[in-house]
């Protein structure tokens, strides 16, 4: 068990206190295995590159502008999934289940997470962490309540996270919603703020490899509330996303 039930409290806070030399430790895990997993997943590049220049429109990636830490805007590489012109179409950064603009062999990579694997290089230049506020686009961003804006501006953001792992279903959760934008807007991305808002208040190697492990498990388990059980802290869920997340 990482936590106990409850919001913050002395023993939370002591529990999950960021060691001194935790941010240097957290760059020299973030080299490591985004290298290893470079070299281990190699064999799966190719053939997303080759199937990626013969399907859709022959791109193989894309780069978007991207919020990262300090407020300084970097570009995320992933491997395309879209239409080229995906963000002035249709409801622009934010993705819905069964999307028309995303390509035929888009669905299986961000199914499978791996359209997300050249995120690996923005981890070794220091771009990202593995492990942060999962980074979001201007507009995305700007809805984040100002607090949450300000905390996440504090850390790398990462290719997962605890708002990742919360909402890894949130194209399904956009699909059914009545007004995607507003939903959106008003009741997703301020619950998630706060949980990249917990993450930088409670960032520590262990809560860095519980998430790691947990990411992982719930690409698995999609319907898996380990998390839920694992970190008993987490902020209270909005009666509007009660049963949904």
């Not at 193989?60 to 992933?78: D, H, I, N, S, T």
Request: hydrophobic fraction near 40%; glycine fraction near 8%.
């Amino acid at each position: 068990m990482l936590s106990v039930q409850g919001g913050p409290n002395p023993t939370t806070q002591r529990l999950f206190r960021q060691p001194p030399n935790s941010l240097p430790m957290q760059r020299f895990l973030d080299i490591l295995f985004s290298a290893l997993a470079l070299i281990v997943l190699s064999p799966l590049l190719l053939p997303i590159v080759v199937i990626l220049r013969l399907t859709g429109e022959g791109e193989v990636l894309y780069c978007q502008p991207r919020v990262g830490k300090g407020g300084e805007m970097f570009g995320l590489m992933k491997f395309a999934t879209m239409l080229k012109n995906s963000p002035n179409l249709g409801t622009g950064t934010v993705t819905l289940k069964n999307d028309p603009r995303v390509l035929p062999a888009g669905r299986f990579l961000r199914k499978t997470k791996l359209n997300e694997l050249p995120q690996l290089w923005n981890i070794l230049k220091g771009d990202m962490s593995v492990i942060g506020p999962r980074p979001q686009t201007r507009r995305c961003f700007d809805a984040f309540p100002e607090a949450s804006q300000k905390a996440i501006e504090r850390v790398r953001p990462g290719l997962s996270g605890m708002g990742s792992i919360v909402f890894r279903g949130e194209e399904d959760l956009m699909e059914d919603a009545e007004n995607a934008d507003r939903f959106y807007d008003e009741v997703v991305m301020p619950y998630k703020g706060k949980l990249e808002e917990w993450y930088v208040e409670n960032k520590s190697p262990k809560v860095y490899f519980a998430l790691i492990f947990l990411t992982a498990w719930v690409v698995l388990r999609p319907d898996s509330r380990l998390h839920w059980k694992w970190f008993r802290d987490l902020p209270d869920i909005p009666e509007a996303l009660k049963g949904k997340i």
